[in-house]
Structure formats: C-alpha cells, structure tokens
C-alpha cells in the first residue's frame, strides 16, 4: 500500500473518477506505438506525480524500471528475427542458430519497454492517489464480501510484513545478535509465515464477533451517495478528453509507428505535440488548490 | 462475600443478562479451565474479574462473546447465557449482537485500513442504514477522543490510541455488555485512569454492563460495582470492591493491592478501594503520617528502608545528577547517549537531546506518557535505530527485551532457542513441564517473558539489558520472578534500564527514575525522589501516604506506619507475595 494522503484534486476527487483518469492514460500509452510520443508521455508522468504531490513513488518506479527497459530491448533485439537493418552479426549462437540484430527488433523492443514503463508509472501514481478504502468501499457496494475480503487481505499484508521486520528486530538485538545471515533471515521469513496463520485466525474472530455471518443483508456502505464535487467532474472531462485525443491521435496517423521490415513512422513532432497535449489535457486538472482536502 | 453465596445478580441491577450454571470449558486434551462456573451478572454491573495468570478469566471473558470455544476451539459442559444467546447453540456471531469485546492486543483488532472503516465495520455488517452508520462512528469516535484519528493508518497510532479505537469499535454497535480483557495494559497510568473513568462513565449514564479483567486491580476497583476472583477456574471470591480488598488482603495477598496489604496489618483493608478512603481510614486510626513539609521525612523510617536502601538489599546508585556534583563511582559508563535527537522524515521528533549515563549493575527505569520517547531511546541504545544527532557510547553488547516477547522466540520448541548449559533456573523456569519441547506459544505470558529475557541476554552477559514493558499482562507473581531474573543479572554487573508504565515494578527493581516526556527528559532522580513525589507515577503506596517519608514500596510503607494493633483473626500477608 503506497497511499499517500496529499491535498490535490486527484486525492480529493471520488476513486471512479481518479481510476477513469488513470484509465485514459493508459489508453494513451497503448494506442500509441511511436516512441518519440511514448519518451514524451515517460518523461512528463513524473511532472504530473509532482503536480499530485507524490512524485517519489513514480520516480522510483522510473528508477527501477529503467535496467528491466535496457533488458526488454536487448531481448527483442536478439529474438525476433524481423527487419532488415542488420546492425550487429552475432553469426551461429546454439541452440538459436544464426542471430543479426536489427536497428528495427531493438527499436520495437524500446517502444515495448516505453509502454511498460508508462504504465508502472500511471500505476503508480492512481496508487498513490486513490484511498484504498474508499477504493473497497465502491466495491463493497457491489460485492460486498469480496469487497471486505479485499480491504481485510489489503490490511494483513502490512500487518505480517510489520510482524517480519518486529521479528528481525527480534533477533538483532539480542546480545549475540547482529546483522542477520541467510540462516536468521530464513527463520525470520518462516515465523511470519507460520504466525500469519494466528493472524488470519485472529481477523476471522473479530470479524465473526462483528457480525460476518449475519443473516440479515449487508447495508450498502455509504449509500447515501455524496454530490460530484468539481474536481470529479474536472477529472471526468479530463480523462475523456485524453481518450478522444488519444483515439484520435491513433485514427489520424499523429502517432504512427511501424518498424518492420524497415522503419514507417509518422513525422516526430506532431507525434511530441500529441503527447504533450495529452499530458496537458490530464495535468489541467491537477493545477486545481480549492477543495482538495480528500473526504472523510 | 466467598462464592458460595455470591452467584446472582448485585441488589439495584436489572434483571440477570448472563447466566452459568455449571459451565465447564477446556482446551485440548488439558484439563477444564473453567471448573463447574455458577454465576448470574444483572444488567448494568461493572465487574471486575480478577485471578492469577492461567485462572480462566480470559478463558470466562471469551465464553462471554461466544469466541470459547466457538472460534479457539474446546469442549464446552453446562450452560452459559447472555441475554437470549445460549453458548451451546449459538456463535460469536449472535453474542456479537449483545456483546463488544476488546482483547489485550489492540494491533490484532484493527482489521481494516483506517479507524473510520474499522468503527463503521460492525454497523455495515449488522445492515444499519448509512446514516445510523455515520451517526454510530460520530458518535463513538467523539466518546472515545478518537475523533482526530479517523482517518489515520492503524500502524501510526500508539497502543492507548489503538486500544481506544477497539474500544469505540466496539461501542459503535450499541453493545448491551462490554467485554475487555485487561484493557489498560498497554496504556501509561494517566490513559489507564482516563479509560477506567470512561468506562465508569458508559456503565453509569448508557447503564451498560462492564465486565473487565485485569491484573493492576488498583486502577479500576474504584469504578467497580462487584468483584469475581478466580482460582483455577472456581469463583474464590465474588462481592463488592471492599470486600474483596479486605478478603484478598488476608485469604489472597497475591491478588491483593497493595494499598490492601499496607492496611491490612491495622484491619483497614476494606477501605482501600481508593486512595481517599484509605486516607481517611489511616486518619480516622491517627496512622497517617505527616506528609513532606509538614514534618514527615526519610528518617523517620528505619535505617534498613531509609533513602538508597532497596527491598532486595542492593544499594541504589547514584544518578547523572549526584555524578555531574562530583559524586561519581568514576566507574565507566556501561551506556551512555550524549545530546541523543531522533527524528522522522516526517518531520515528528521523538528524541530532543536526550542525556542518559548508566553505569554497570545499575538499575534504571524509563516512565512517561504513551508516546514520550521511551521505546525510542531504548531502540537507539540497542543499536536497532540510528540518532540523527547525538552520540551513543557502549562498553559492550546491549540486549534489548521487545514488548512482545513472542518476536524474540521464532523456533517451533523452546529447545531450538536454548544452548548447552543455559541456566534455566536463574530464569525460574527449571520448574516448568515440558518445557523445551512446547512450543513458546504455549506457556504463559509471564513464562514466556522470562524465556525470551533469557534468550536475549544470550550465552554471554551483556553490558546492558533493556527491556521495553516487561510486566505487560504479567500477575504479581510472574512480576515478583522476573524482578528475581534480573536481580541476578545484575548482580553480574549487567546495567539494566526498564521502560515501564508500572509504577510498583519500577519501585521494585530500579535504582534511579528517568521520567521522560515529548522526547525530553523530564526528572532523572533516585527512584524514591520520583515514584514518591508526583500523583500520576507514583506508586499506589506513595499515593497514599502522599510521598510521607519517600515511602514508596510496601515495606516502606508498611515500616512507616506505626506499629499495628493486633487484630483478632487477621492473619499477616505475605509481603513477598
């Protein structure tokens, strides 16, 4: 759970409305294949997590992102086998037989990686942005036991890596402790496992004392359904004005890319522009400072 | 009153609302826990239930919400009612609708991701309409202060605030009865009293009936309306709070409080439910002695219990400020953190410049608030987190004993956590069954917290052992062999430094008293100077006797008064008890 309660129109804005948000990003990450776009769209995601005030989240995912992009290139370049700009001759490898890497497999491999890594980082970001509970609550409302289901599971995750690190606690300071070895680490990952057992025993207690098995129905939580506020409208017109421009980016042949067998890419700049406009249509929104204390 | 005749509802309650009759309960293959119960509870009552670890009080509780043997399993005999609910037909789900039930683990309780969901849980599941919900957390968050906390993650919220959450959890589905299974033992003695009175205040203006077990009887006797002793699972004892202080006093002095004990050898043990009427009662025998500044001091008690003098015979040492006035042992410290500073990236601090020396064999104990830096300062000493201004300086290891002791024992048998030639005696556990083959979640509480001490002080002695709340849910006897544990390791020349919120622990076993608030330490005096000074850490006898001669055990307070008239049929209790 990365959650992290700021005051901006994302945080602010009702969760169907923030995922609708992330949603169409992530549409415009999948129907564009150029990757002077996808670069643009990689590089402003981080101005948009500063503008919801939890840029480190989506900078670390960057971060981390980054050497699995370098991997997925180097990968396509040396399994797919289309193109015809040969730009390394590697001659017979066994078992693959002979491998030329072309200019095209590795651009391919780069826009792959450019979607990926713009998708972690929109991920990212709506994780950061939207109450987990609030979350659950909608789907409570739905699915009222998977939805609890899911908060509980939501809560126990932290809960058995609170116990984790309280037992690696445990161990290093005791007076022939210190830095924990493979051994100590085993033995710590082995108690929480076996403990996370009493955990569960323990939530399903509380749970039935709470009235899990009632016989009567689940009231539906917070049915008395809160007004739109502005920025769930603003995020709305947002995310549909991102949808419409990336569908209409794709239709016009703004975003093009086509790599095999040589290079067919619509011009450069008006593909910038497009991603540009996209994350200005999304960021629109986020400038919002009135009335983003997320609700109780 | 003793059990025979004391099974039904108190005189000025309503009807009966739970009802034994027989009620046997075992776990396993091991004998009943609960042996042939008989009692009625009427609607409205505060009952204390008190007992020495392992006396079936959590076992009675848990019946009670139908958790025994529903959810933890068992074999149940006769017959236990609450209200309409039969325990032999029906499960914690029909006793949750009379029953709230707060257990000694806040943490466990917390389910869901915020207190606001956590409070509203109960109400959504029982199908209340979203406007009863709100009002239902609305209300029992403003009830419980927890208002501020709503929307906050459980695992930032202290122990008292956590324990305050179950509890407004519990309230907000209008329980009829409310459970809780030593509720204070977390909590500093301020929050212990603020809940005791909320509870007081819920029983007498919602009338709801409170049935409470803890080990520090002395916090809540006062707000009780009756009292049900436990021993190996038979009611020993069931009356009113004098009665019982003055029963427990002669028939239980393990039970007894210590204010019971002090009062006893005069025949006054009936009034020591609260302070006031023990005063009154020593005052209206002319027992009392004069306070401070009105003539009473230290020399009035015998050389032997006279200032620096402890119980065990040891020798208090000097504190930081007798060493900074030159009358330092010029030994080197056995830890010492100079100008400690710790701070979280989110901008809280927990440690102000903290100066703490101890010295080897020394003795020390931590007290404050929930909250003052206490944990933090001993996690700092141990090495387990960095100060981010500040030095600490070590002689040698520094073993830390954690709140839990389970998160110290991680084998499936006690044997894996041992070593050839381990002492177990020294630990006062030679004596347990089976030990070494059960596993550590199969002793007791205070079993447990000497094993894991054992572990963590290791094969070789360290310089310096802390411990964070080691009487957490310990009876008076587990307290007095721990105490036992490590006046031993002491004797070794270990430093010990104890974080506790155990006024009559730290009397016990600690030389010097760091009084620690907001990260800044307070007072670092003698423990006498500070346990005997204040009102909210001094211990129950100082209370009394409003600091009179720095009494602040038992025995002093005990030699303090004069000498007692002899009363025909009392017995003397056993002051090691």
Known sequence: ?296 | MTAAAATTARPGTLAPLIRARGLELAYGTGGPVIRGLDLEIGEGEFVVVAGASGSGKSTLLGALCGLVPHTTGGTLAGELTVGPCDLRTDGPDAFGRLCGWVGQDPEAQLVLGTPRGEIALGPQLRGQAPGAVARAVEEAALALHVHTLLDRQPRTLSGGEQQRVAIAAALAQHPRVLVLDEPTSQLDPVGGEELISLLRRLHEEWGMTVVLAEHRLERCLSAATRVIALDEGRIAFDGAPADFCAWSAIDAPALATGVSRLLAPHGLASAAVTVRDARAALASHELLPPEPGLGGDVARLPPEQAAGARPDGATARPGLRSRLFGRSTGADPAVAVRGGWRELRDGAVLLRGVDLEVEPGEAVALMGRNGAGKSTLLRALAGLDELERGKVERAGRIALLLQRPADHLLHERVADELWDGVDLAAAGLDRVPGLLARHPSALSGGERQRLAALVVAGRQRPAVLCLDEPTRGLDRAARALLATQLAALRAQGTATIVATHDPEFAAEIADRVVLLAGGEVLADAPAREVLAGGWAFATEVARVLRGAGGAITLEQGTALLAPPPPVEGAESPDPAC
């Open chain 1, 1 to 296: 759970m990365i959650y992290d309660r700021q005051r901006t129109a994302l945080h602010a804005a009702r969760p169907g409305a923030a995922i609708l948000w992330a949603a169409a990003l992530t549409l415009a990450v999948i129907v564009c294949p150029h990757p002077a776009a996808l670069a643009v769209l990689c590089a402003g995601l981080p101005l948009l997590a500063w503008a919801a005030k939890v840029p480190r989240p989506v900078l670390l995912a960057a971060a981390f992102a980054i050497p699995f992009a370098l991997i997925w290139v180097i990968t396509n370049g040396l399994l797919v086998r289309e193109g015809l700009t040969v730009v390394l001759r590697l001659g017979g490898v066994p078992p693959f037989g002979e491998i030329d890497v072309t200019a095209e497999a590795l651009a391919q491999g780069g826009v792959l990686a450019l979607r990926g890594m713009a998708a972690l980082q929109i991920g990212l970001l709506a994780s950061a942005c939207v109450d987990p509970d609030r979350l659950l609550l909608g789907v409570r409302r739905i699915a009222p036991r998977a939805g609890l289901t899911g908060a509980v599971a939501m809560r126990l995750a932290p809960a058995l890596a609170d116990d984790g690190r309280r037992y690696a606690d445990g161990l290093r300071c005791r007076a022939d402790g210190g830095d924990l070895g493979g051994r100590e680490r085993l033995l710590v990952m082995s108690a929480t496992v076996g403990r996370a057992i009493d955990r569960a025993d323990q939530v399903a207690a509380i749970l039935e004392l709470r009235g899990l098995r009632r016989s009567t129905p689940v009231a539906a939580p917070g049915a008395r359904r809160a007004p739109w506020s502005r920025h769930d409208f603003a995020l709305v017109t947002s995310a549909l004005a991102v949808a419409a421009l990336a569908v209409a980016g794709r239709l016009g042949g703004l975003v093009v890319f086509d790599p095999y067998p040589t290079f067919d890419a619509a011009p450069a700049l008006p593909a910038v522009l497009w991603a540009a406009a996209i994350l200005l249509v999304a960021g629109a929104p986020l400038l919002a400072r009135r009335g983003t204390e997320p609700p109780r």
